[in-house]
C-alpha cells in the first residue's frame, strides 16, 4: 500500500449565476471541488473522472494546477463534457440547479468503464462522491478496502439522478466513513431531529459520519470515541458558494486519514470548505493557502462543541 488518495467523482461545467448581474463559468461536478479539498493537506492525489474533450483550456488549466495524478481522466471525443446552470438568491441559497447537457448524454458518460493504474490499486484510501451504489468503482472501492485501503463515501440520493436509493443505502453500510448533506441525511433517516439522524446513521456501521448542513456546520460522529460534535462553519467572504460540501469530503477524508479522529477529520473539512467558497473556481493551490489552512485548522479545533 502507498500514500495514494484517490477521488472517485464527476466533471461538469456549471455556468453560475451568484446574484442577477454576475455569471461566471466554472469547473465543477463535485470532483475537482473534492480534489481540491484533499489536495490542500496531502501530496499524493489522484483524480478518477471521466469527461469529453470539449473542456475549455483555461477550466483544464484550473485542475491541472492542483498537481494530482490524473492518468485515469478519460476523455471521450464522441461524448460531451456535461454541463449544468446553477443560481444563488442575494442571501447564497441556491435556487436553481440543473444540467443542460442532454440526460442521453449524461447516462452515456456515466456509463462508461474506468480503470485505475496498477499503482493507483495500491492506494491508501478512495473518496466516492456518486449516486450509483453498485457501479464497478464501488466495487473497486470495497475490493481495495479488503486489502486496507480506506473507504470514504459523499452519498447523493438526489431524485433526478439517483435511481435506486436501497442500494446506495447498502453501499454506504460497508464503507469506512460517510458525509452526506442534510437534506439527504434527513430524508433518509425519515426525521428532521439531528439525534435521531446521527442515530439513523450510526446504525449502519461507519466508524465515522460528517454531516454536512450548510452555513449551520456540520454535525459528526465517532464510533471508537462514542461522540458526537458541532463543527462550526469559518468566517469567509463568501464569492462563490458552489461545491463547498465536496470540498469538505476531500478534506474529511485526508484529516480521517491522518487522524482516525473525527473531530479533527471534520475540521479539515471545513477549513477546505471555507477555502474553496472564497474564490471563483477551483483555487489556486499555493503555500500560502495551504499554510493559512494550517491556521485556519487551529481556529475550527478551538470552537468545535460536543453534542
Not at 448524454?105 to 468503464?113: E, G, N, T, V
Not at 451504489?133 to 486489502?147: F, I, N, S
Not at 439522524?197 to 460528517?210: E, M, S, T, Y
Request: proline fraction near 5%; glycine fraction near 8%.
Amino acid at each position: 500500500m502507498n500514500s495514494l488518495l484517490l477521488i472517485y467523482g464527476k466533471i461538469i461545467v456549471d455556468s453560475i449565476k451568484v446574484n442577477a448581474d454576475q455569471t461566471h463559468s466554472s469547473l465543477g461536478g463535485g470532483g475537482p471541488q473534492a480534489t481540491y479539498g484533499m489536495r490542500l493537506w496531502h501530496d499524493s492525489v489522484a483524480f478518477v473522472t471521466r469527461s469529453g474533450t470539449d473542456l475549455e483550456p483555461a477550466l483544464e488549466q484550473n485542475l491541472r494546477q492542483l498537481d494530482v495524478d490524473l492518468s485515469s481522466w478519460v476523455r471521450f471525443p464522441d461524448l460531451p463534457t456535461p454541463r449544468g446552470l446553477i443560481e444563488y438568491d442575494k442571501d447564497e441559497r441556491m435556487i436553481e440547479h440543473g444540467l443542460t447537457t442532454s440526460r442521453e448524454d449524461w447516462f452515456r458518460l456515466i456509463d462508461q468503464p474506468l480503470h485505475l493504474t496498477e499503482y493507483q490499486q495500491q492506494a491508501a484510501g478512495m473518496h466516492l462522491i456518486t449516486e450509483i451504489g453498485d457501479e464497478p468503482m464501488t466495487q473497486t472501492a470495497l475490493e481495495m478496502q479488503r486489502h486496507g485501503a480506506l473507504v470514504s463515501l459523499e452519498p447523493i440520493f438526489a431524485a433526478n439522478s439517483c435511481n435506486d436509493r436501497p442500494a446506495l443505502l447498502e453501499f454506504a453500510r460497508h464503507v469506512d466513513i460517510v458525509t452526506p448533506d442534510w437534506h439527504d441525511a434527513s430524508l433518509m433517516a425519515g426525521s428532521n431531529d439531528l439525534a435521531t439522524v446521527l442515530r439513523f446513521w450510526a446504525g449502519l456501521g461507519p466508524r465515522a459520519i460528517a454531516i454536512r448542513h450548510g452555513a449551520r456546520g456540520s454535525y459528526v460522529w465517532d464510533r471508537d470515541r462514542q461522540q458526537a460534535w458541532h463543527i462550526p462553519i469559518l468566517p469567509v467572504d463568501v464569492i462563490d458558494p458552489t461545491g463547498a460540501g465536496n470540498a469538505y469530503g476531500g478534506g474529511w477524508c485526508v484529516g480521517w486519514h491522518n487522524t482516525h479522529d473525527a473531530r479533527v477529520a471534520a475540521c479539515y473539512g471545513t477549513v477546505s470548505a471555507t477555502l474553496m467558497i472564497g474564490a471563483v473556481g477551483i483555487p489556486e493551490l499555493t503555500n500560502a493557502n495551504r499554510q493559512r489552512a494550517k491556521e485556519l485548522l487551529d481556529f475550527a479545533l478551538s470552537h468545535t462543541t460536543a453534542l
